[in-house]
């Protein structure tokens, strides 16, 4: 079953190259997956300690809209993700880096995702951004254990604005929600917070 996604949900500006990181990057990749039309290219390098299964990420992204493959090395990963941007045979193009974009290997993406009229994503580590990004994100969950609540934090945005928002994952109706201020301090204070 598909998710249902909040028309609140902060979206990635079409055929450009943002970076998200933190430890909710990947669900907050998959949220922006799910959200786009066609098949979502997940690139990452071969020595990667977690791999995405698909059946596990079916409440989010269906399997069958999702292409897996790993890359021996730093140079084939960066070569699959400017193809995979350029075909535009994909929606979107998520892979993981290991280290830093280079100025020069980021124009490149960004290049070929406007060619390809793609959108790409890049799950980076921490301080490890390319200025060549059109957005940077940093993903965290929420400090309760049994929370499914996150903060998407835009904190670097080369067209516009940077922002905050708390989204909540409901695993009974498979859908992702903006959480408003208000709203958190009812849940709060229904939880004795």
């Known amino acids: 079953m598909a998710s249902a996604i909040d028309p609140a949900i902060p979206t990635l500006r079409p055929a450009r190259v943002h970076e998200v990181t933190g430890p909710g990057a990947v669900v907050f990749a998959l949220c922006q997956a799910a959200g786009l039309k066609g098949p979502v290219l997940w690139l990452t390098p071969d020595h990667w300690p977690e791999a995405l299964f698909p059946t596990g990420v079916a409440r989010l992204l269906p399997p069958g809209r999702l292409i897996t493959a790993t890359a021996p090395s730093e140079v084939e990963l960066l070569w699959a993700v400017e193809e995979g941007l350029r075909s535009g045979a994909v929606g979107l193009v998520v892979a993981r880096l290991d280290r830093p974009l280079g100025l020069t290997a980021g124009r490149r993406l960004q290049l070929a995702a406007e060619s ?19 957005t940077r994100w940093t993903c965290t969950p929420e400090a309760a254990e049994d929370s499914t609540r996150m903060r998407w934090s835009r904190i670097k945005n080369k067209k516009g604005t940077c922002g905050e928002w708390q989204v909540s994952l409901h695993g009974t109706s498979h859908s992702v929600t903006v959480v408003s201020a208000t709203g958190q301090r009812a849940v709060a204070a229904r939880e004795g917070g």
């Open 116 to 134: 390809g009229r793609v959108t790409g994503l890049m799950i980076v580590r921490e301080g490890a951004g390319s200025p060549a990004a059109e």
